[in-house]
């Protein structure tokens, strides 16, 4: 396993991450979530993201009942922080109060006295965004927090928090969690370059697309059963990446994969990879077999002929 720093920040992350989303306190046992915490805590995965809002807290008590039985000091915990956790008009949002509230919550869920990277799941237009750099600020100073990060923030946003942040002397916004993966390069534009330049790390989310990038689904063909795609749960965002048209890219991506004796799957990790300001990719994972796989994609470098070749095919 390789590891990067979260942007400027000193703290390190794994190239590959385990996330929780749609998976843990649901749709996978406890048994079987512990052992593929298990599985990739062996394999080197220092970096373990959560959020309050998965399955009403039951993500975060599964991860860190998991994560309990090993040195404190050893893994990098992240949460997330604005999703409605109750029905009052101060149970979601942004705000000085929620998140105070939900950080001791969350602590108290997860079975630590400090989350390594507490972020902001989406952006609040209802709440100063000084309030909240003020309250994440304060977080830091206690001791409850080390680093600040966001989630699904534009350019401007993210702009405007590093402004606030440099304005006030509070402490920085270290790392972003964006959508990016073949299929969906939207932060390529804006957010990239603004983070290079700010020292924000990306961690993105949904690397393989989901699983389809993992070439189980094929052109024209039934989807598997007992996939993700097959459960009414859990597909509700899978309809663009199943396309027939990205099913075909997914065919000729094998033919680079196959060449440098690798799966599709981890040849889009590595390609995610190729950028200086991705820390680490989350990937999801409903069996320990899935996490052997996908460790693979760390450390590996494509010739910047597979590269173009590879842009060609998702043009």
Known sequence: MKYRRLGKAGIKVSEIGLGSWLTYGGSVGDNNAEAIVDRAYELGINFFDTANAYYNGAAEEVVGKALSKYPRHSYVLATKVFFPMGEGPNDNGLSRKHIMEQCDASLKRLGVDYIDMYQCHRYDPETPLEETLRALDDLVSQGKILYSGVSEWSAVQLNDAVRLSQKFNLDQIASNQPLYNMFHRDIEKEIIPLSEQEGIGQVVFSPLAQGVLTGKYK?????????????????????????????????????????????????????????????????????????????????????????????????
Request: aromatic fraction near 4%; proline fraction near 5%.
């Open 219 to 315: 052109p024209g063909a039934p989807l598997p059963e007992g996939s993700r795609a097959t459960d009414p749960k859990s597909n509700m965002w899978m309809e663009y990446v199943l396309k027939e048209e990205q099913l075909q890219k997914v065919e000729k991506l094998k033919v680079i994969a196959e060449r440098n004796e690798i799966s599709v799957a981890q040849l889009a990790l590595a390609w995610i990879l190729r950028l200086d300001n991705i820390s680490s990719c989350i990937v999801g994972a409903s069996r320990p077999d899935q996490v052997n796989e996908n460790v693979k994609g760390s450390g590996v470098v494509l010739s910047s002929e597979d590269l173009q070749e590879i842009e060609d095919i998702l043009a």
